[in-house]
C-alpha cells in the first residue's frame, strides 16, 4: 500500500472495553464500519495479553486488507511487525517516533498523537506520516489527557502547520461524534490549512448499527453545516469603507419590514433593558434562557444572543442546548462574553461555549476578545467594564481582530473608544458611541441584542449587518446625548430608546443625514 495515497478522511480507533463494545466482536465491528466507510483502522487495545493481541490483529488485518485499508496498532510496535500491518501510533509517552521509525522502516506508516505546539513541531519535523490532534472535547474512552484543546487549539495548532508550511497529515480526535463532525471539520479549514479527517472511536464501536453510523459520519465529514453556507465570504471581508456603507439602510429597512425574532439568553439586570432596546430597533424580543425552548425558537427565523452575564452550571447547560438549536437551525449567533478575563470560571465558561457550537458574531470590549484568542489574555479584568491596555496599539488591536476571525470563520467585534470588526479581511474602525454608553448598566449587552436583530433580518451579510447595527446604536447614543433634557446618564436611558427609534425610522424612509454623521473607516 502506498502510504502518501491513505485516505484519513473517516479514521476508525477500536475500543474493546465492554462500557464500549458491549458484547459485540471488535472484529464484526470493524467489517461493519469498513462497510460504511471508514477508511483507515486503528486496533487499539490497552488490556489483553501480546498472545491474544496477535490473534485479534491478524483477524483485523485479513478484513482491512479486503477492503483495501490500512490497519495500525496502537503503541505495540512488535505486535505490528509480528502482523505485518502498515502501521502504528504512538503517543507522547509511547516509543520515541525515532526509534520506532528505525524499527518499521521507511514504507510503514506512523501516527502520533499531538496536543501542542512542541508536540506538533517534533513530530511534524520528526518524519510522522500524520498527526493525531487531540483531545478536541471530552470523552469517556480515553481518561489520560493531558488538557482538552477544543476546537481553537485545533484550529490554532492547523495555524501553525500552515505557517511552518508542513505537509504531515492530520486527524483531530476526542468526542467526535455526528454531533459536531461537520463543525469541527468546517471551522478547521480556515488559513487554508484542513483538517484531512476525524477520529472516532465510541461514535461507531458503541453504535447499534457501525456500518450506519459509519455512512452517516462519513457524509458529515464531506458535507458543510447548514450555517457554513451564510459565513462572510472573502468577498465581504475584504469590500471599501464606502460599499459597507452603502448596504446599512438596506439592512436597517429590513429589520424594520420583518421584525425579526432576538432571542437574549441574558442576566435578569440586563432583561428589560434589552427588550426596550430590540423593539426600538424594529426586533421583537423573547428573554428565554431555558435551553429546551431554543429549538422551537430557532425554528422561527431570528437570532440567538448568548450574554455571559451569570455564570452557572445551569447556565452553561442550556447555553450549549441553544447554541446546537440555533447551529442545526442555520440561525445567527450573537456571543457577548461579559467579562471573560475577571475570573478563572469565566475564561473555562468562555472556552466551553465557543467549543460548544459555531458563533456568527463574537463581540466584547478589548480584554474580552483577547481572552478568546487562543493564547487567552495576560490582561486581568476588573469586571464587566473594559480594561484597556495602553500597551496594545489600534494597529495590533486590529491585526488581533483579523486573525480571530480568520481563526474562527465569524465576524468579530472588539468595542471601545473606537470599535473594530473584522470577519477576517478588512478591519473597519466605527469610531462613534457617547461617553454614556459606559456608565450605564447594560448598553454593551445591548448592543449585542442590536447586531442581532441586524444579523436576523440580514444573515447573507452579517459583516455589512453588524456594521448597521454599531453605526444604529453609537449614532443614537450621539443623537440623545446632545438633547437638552439630557443631564446625565439617568435621562440619557430614556433619551436612547427615542433616538433608537426614531434613527431606525429616519433610516428605514430614505432619510442619509447619518452619513454625515458615521466615523467609518478602515484600518490601515
Not at 465492554?18 to 487495545?45: F, H, N, W
Request: charged fraction near 20%; include cysteine; aromatic fraction near 4%.
Amino acid at each position: 500500500m502506498d502510504k502518501s495515497k491513505v485516505d484519513y478522511s473517516l479514521y476508525l480507533v477500536t475500543d474493546s472495553t465492554p462500557a464500549i463494545l458491549g458484547s459485540k466482536d471488535i472484529v464484526a465491528v470493524v467489517e461493519a464500519a469498513l462497510k460504511g466507510g471508514v477508511t483507515c483502522v486503528q486496533y487499539r487495545e490497552k488490556h489483553a495479553d501480546t498472545g491474544e493481541m496477535v490473534a485479534t490483529a491478524k483477524r483485523l488485518h485479513a478484513v482491512t486488507q479486503k477492503y483495501n485499508v490500512p490497519l495500525l496498532i496502537n503503541d505495540r510496535i512488535d505486535i505490528a511487525l509480528s502482523v505485518g500491518c502498515e502501521g502504528v501510533h504512538i503517543g507522547q509517552d509511547d516509543l520515541d517516533l525515532a526509534t520506532a521509525r528505525k524499527l518499521l522502516g521507511d514504507d510503514k506508516i506512523i501516527g502520533v498523537t499531538a496536543c501542542n505546539v512542541e508536540e506538533v513541531e517534533a513530530a511534524s519535523t520528526g518524519g510522522a506520516d500524520y498527526l493525531g490532534i487531540g483531545t478536541v472535547f471530552a470523552t469517556q474512552t480515553k481518561e489520560n489527557t493531558k488538557s482538552i484543546i477544543g476546537v481553537s487549539g485545533l484550529q490554532y495548532l492547523l495555524g501553525y502547520l500552515r505557517t511552518s508550511k508542513s505537509k504531515v497529515k492530520t486527524v483531530c480526535i476526542g468526542g467526535i461524534n455526528a454531533s459536531n463532525a461537520s463543525r469541527v471539520m468546517w471551522q478547521s479549514s480556515s488559513l487554508d490549512r484542513s483538517l484531512d479527517g476525524i477520529a472516532v472511536v465510541s461514535a461507531i464501536v458503541a453504535a447499534s448499527s457501525p456500518e450506519g453510523a459509519s455512512r452517516e459520519l462519513l457524509k458529515l465529514v464531506k458535507t458543510p453545516p447548514v450555517f457554513a453556507l451564510r459565513s462572510p465570504t472573502l468577498d465581504q471581508a475584504s469590500r471599501s469603507a464606502e460599499e459597507v456603507l452603502s448596504l446599512v439602510p438596506e439592512v436597517v429597512r429590513r429589520v424594520d419590514a420583518a421584525k425579526p425574532l432576538s432571542h437574549n439568553m441574558t442576566n435578569l439586570v440586563v432583561q428589560n433593558f434589552a427588550a426596550n432596546v430590540a423593539l426600538a430597533v424594529g426586533a421583537s424580543p423573547i428573554m428565554a434562557n431555558y435551553g429546551e425552548e431554543a429549538a422551537d425558537l430557532a425554528a422561527l427565523g431570528g437570532a440567538l444572543v448568548v450574554n455571559m452575564g451569570t455564570v452557572t452550571p445551569e447556565g452553561l447547560q442550556n447555553y450549549q442546548k441553544a447554541l446546537k438549536a440555533y447551529n442545526d437551525a442555520g440561525g445567527p449567533i450573537v456571543f457577548d462574553p461579559v467579562g471573560a478575563g475577571a475570573t478563572a470560571v469565566r475564561r473555562a465558561a468562555t472556552k466551553t461555549i465557543l467549543n460548544a457550537g459555531y458563533v456568527d458574531v463574537l463581540k466584547g470590549n478589548q480584554s474580552e476578545i483577547l481572552t478568546c484568542t487562543p493564547a487567552g489574555a495576560s490582561l486581568q479584568q476588573r469586571g464587566v467594564d473594559s480594561s484597556a491596555d495602553a500597551s496594545q496599539t489600534q494597529d495590533k488591536l486590529a491585526a488581533t481582530v483579523r486573525e480571530l476571525a480568520q481563526l474562527r470563520r465569524n465576524t468579530v467585534v472588539m468595542t471601545g473608544a473606537t470599535d473594530l470588526v473584522s470577519a477576517g479581511g478588512a478591519v473597519y474602525a466605527v469610531g462613534n458611541g457617547h461617553e454614556y454608553l459606559g456608565v450605564v448598566t447594560g448598553t454593551g449587552c445591548c448592543l449585542g441584542t442590536t447586531i442581532s436583530a441586524m444579523v436576523a433580518a440580514y444573515p447573507e451579510d452579517k459583516v455589512a449587518a453588524t456594521v448597521a447595527g454599531l453605526l444604529l446604536y453609537e449614532i443614537a447614543a450621539e443623537n440623545a446625548a446632545a438633547r437638552e433634557d439630557v443631564k446625565g446618564p439617568g435621562t440619557f436611558v430614556p433619551a436612547f430608546l427615542d433616538e433608537l427609534f426614531n434613527l431606525r425610522k429616519q433610516i428605514a424612509r430614505g432619510d442619509d443625514g447619518w452619513r454625515q454623521k458615521a466615523k467609518f473607516s478602515i484600518v490601515a
